[in-house]
């Protein structure tokens, strides 16, 4: 159970690395826009991971809420929470306020551009970055062009790296269709995400080092 929690900590957490991939951008041209994924363990439904993207010009709002509840027998053995806030403009994050309890403990990361950089505060610790930083931004592909991101848990900046591989068939909603393939490769983790031609993030999956599935599925 261990390594599981461990995993999805990394998961919804982690920030990449990453090969080019030519003109990746958030389709700024609706006012909002929304990935409502059902997140499943092996064959089994856990919970839930959504996102909204609020578009105003070259500014956008983004709400992240995920819940997870891992179940054996009859007792839940691990819940997890996230609730995280991103302001950006263009492709640099602006500001963050993210609260994480993971199984009881309780977790906050808040940042803010400012004259110094990007200032950084959790419990912990103060940290300023440059001022252009980026999140695991999943929802907009260009964020696998930048090879230093922040994790929204910690507060901390992590390198890890891409590898692309190509397209492959995709069911979404019923439906069958092309999309581009990039695995996602860190400190213990491998996580594959698969985008649309016309660069919507489309679905998630990865493995646990114990080899138990982790899968986002678009609801």
Same mark, same amino acid.
């Given at each position: 159970?261990?390594?599981?929690?461990?995993?999805?900590? %990394?998961?919804?957490?982690?920030?990449?690395?990453?090969?080019?991939?030519? &003109?990746? @951008?958030?389709?700024? @041209?609706?006012?909002?826009?929304?990935?409502?994924?059902?997140?499943?363990?092996?064959?089994?439904?856990?919970?839930?991971?959504?996102? *909204?993207?609020?578009?105003?010009?070259?500014?956008?709002?983004?709400? @992240? &809420?995920?819940?997870?509840?891992?179940?054996?027998?009859?007792?839940?053995?691990? *819940?997890?929470?996230?609730?995280?806030?991103?302001?950006?403009?263009?492709?640099?994050?602006?500001?963050?306020? %993210?609260? *994480?309890?993971?199984?009881?403990?309780?977790?906050?990361?808040?940042?803010?551009?400012?004259?110094?950089?990007?200032?950084?505060?959790?419990?912990?610790?103060? &940290?300023?970055?440059?001022?252009?930083?980026?999140?695991?931004?999943?929802w907009d592909p260009s964020f696998l062009q930048t090879p230093l991101l922040l994790n929204s848990q910690t507060g901390e900046l992590i390198d890890v790296t891409v590898e692309s591989l190509g397209e492959s068939m995709l069911a979404v909603n019923g439906n069958n269709q092309t999309a581009r393939q990039y695995r996602l490769l860190g400190d213990?983790?491998?996580?594959?995400?698969?985008?649309?031609?016309?660069?919507?993030?489309?679905?998630?999956?990865?493995? *646990?080092?114990?080899?138990?599935?982790?899968?986002?599925?678009?609801?």
């Amino acid at each position: 159970m261990r390594s599981i929690a461990v995993f999805i900590l %990394a998961l919804l957490s982690a920030v990449f690395t990453p090969m080019l991939i030519a &003109n990746a @951008s958030i389709d700024t @041209s609706s006012p909002i826009q929304q990935w409502r994924f059902k997140v499943f363990l092996d064959d089994k439904e856990i919970g839930f991971h959504h996102f *909204t993207v609020e578009n105003r010009e070259d500014q956008q709002t983004i709400y @992240s &809420n995920a819940r997870f509840d891992v179940k054996f027998l009859f007792f839940t053995a691990y *819940t997890y929470e996230h609730s995280n806030v991103e302001q950006w403009q263009g492709h640099c994050l602006k500001k963050i306020n %993210a609260v *994480t309890n993971d199984n009881g403990e309780n977790y906050s990361v808040s940042g803010e551009n400012g004259i110094e950089g990007f200032i950084v505060e959790t419990a912990d610790n103060k &940290n300023v970055y440059a001022s252009c930083v980026k999140t695991f931004a999943y929802w907009d592909p260009s964020f696998l062009q930048t090879p230093l991101l922040l994790n929204s848990q910690t507060g901390e900046l992590i390198d890890v790296t891409v590898e692309s591989l190509g397209e492959s068939m995709l069911a979404v909603n019923g439906n069958n269709q092309t999309a581009r393939q990039y695995r996602l490769l860190g400190d213990k983790l491998q996580i594959d995400l698969w985008y649309s031609d016309d660069d919507r993030w489309l679905a998630l999956e990865s493995l *646990t080092e114990d080899g138990h599935r982790i899968r986002y599925q678009m609801q």
